[in-house]
């Protein structure tokens, strides 16, 4: 075990201890009112989860925080450069904007970015809404779609005048994220990424050499992106974005171990399952400690900072942060098609751990 990674991983302990036994108030006899805003005793009949004592001597967990300092509850200050500080120091100094990724573009110049999620094989909704949103999120986790399906789809409105296509991959396989890239996508979203170490895997192959290790395969990329400024492979790994998930409380607590990979644009969390992991609803002090960490960690690797619950856009004290969500309004006012390709892929909205009347799971 490197130095590094045994600093990470007494980091990690701490922040474990820190979330489970260093509570605000946790005494006898508080009443179900205290346990962190929610209004629900901690355990019927008895307590916390595993606790053997009955009734009004359990001790019962009230609103916690993770550990002090710049990983505390608190936001640290933006940084003067700015959010995504590092991701620009990624681009070629020779490039000139504006990217031909949409997203990208977007994101560099202050904006916040949504997108419009699909699910199942629709040429004609694609290419409406790509005019609408920064990006079209093509959900290749939770769908039986193919790759066949996504490059069709890909195919029939190539172009930088629209929403950039960007896929959320199955797994982190090299032959997944070469196919990816292959058919014309040119942003993926790599989901319950835990550690540096997929991180890295995950932006390694995401690129062209002498940023990255993707092979230049004969996809069907180039003929998508025949008319770019400066030509499709030149200009690649300049308007690449590569997104991960944080999704379990292992990616949590490497957060800045994530952040702080080499080749990575953006960390968002997969709200629901990190409710489930967690345990703790979306709306939980808690659960808002842990936004904070991942928050705190991506600003200070210069990073963008997003959610996949459009719910964050608004409302949350972390929302003027948020930079990058999965589905959310259309930048021009357009309303899609009710649930028209969408599907379950979507966020639910705040509430219970997985959300109150979650459509299905992430």
């Known amino acids: 075990m490197t130095r590094k990674r045994f600093v990470a991983s007494t980091s990690a302990c701490a922040l474990v201890c820190a979330v489970l036994i260093a509570t605000q108030g946790e ?3 508080l009443t179900s009112a205290a346990v962190g805003g929610q209004g629900q005793p901690a355990a019927a009949g008895g307590g916390q989860r595993g606790g053997g004592a009955g009734g009004n001597d359990a001790p019962v967990l009230g609103q916690g925080t993770l550990i002090g300092g710049a990983w505390g509850a608190d936001p640290v200050p933006v940084d003067s450069r700015g959010w995504g500080w590092m991701t620009k120091g990624y681009v070629s100094s020779s490039y000139k904007r504006p990217f031909w990724n949409k997203a990208k573009e977007l994101l560099f110049s202050g904006k916040q970015v949504t997108s419009y999620t699909i699910v199942n094989f629709d040429p004609t909704l694609y290419c409406e809404v790509r005019k609408h949103y920064g990006f079209v999120w093509f959900e290749m986790q939770h769908s039986t779609m193919s790759w066949d399906e996504v490059a069709r789809m890909i195919a029939t409105c190539p172009g930088a005048d629209g929403a950039a296509p960007m896929i959320r991959m199955p797994d982190q396989l090299e032959s997944s994220i070469q196919k990816a890239t292959d058919l014309g996508a040119i942003g993926l979203v790599f989901p319950t990424i ?103 960690a991506t600003m200070k690797a210069g990073k963008f900072w997003g959610n996949a619950g459009q719910q964050y856009l608004t409302g949350n004290p972390l929302s003027p942060d948020v930079r990058f969500v999965q589905n959310g309004p259309a930048m021009d006012g357009w309303t899609p098609p009710a649930a028209r390709g969408r599907g379950s892929a979507e966020e639910p909205t705040v509430g219970g751990p997985g959300g109150r009347g979650a459509p299905g799971g992430r």
């Open 194 to 296: 835990r550690d540096g170490h997929q991180a890295l895997e995950a932006a390694r192959y995401s690129r062209f050499p002498p940023f990255g290790r993707r092979s230049s395969g004969a996809g069907q990329a180039g003929r998508v992106w025949s008319s770019v400024p400066g030509g499709y492979q030149n200009t690649f790994n300049d308007n690449m974005l590569v997104v991960v998930m944080l999704e379990t409380l292992d990616g949590i607590f490497d957060a800045d171990e994530i952040a702080n990979t080499f080749g990575i644009d953006v960390v968002i969390q997969g709200n629901n399952d990190l409710s489930r992991f967690s345990g703790w609803a979306q709306n939980d002090p808690r659960y808002q400690a842990l936004l904070t960490v991942s928050r705190n």
């Open 27 to 29: 005494r006898r006899g």
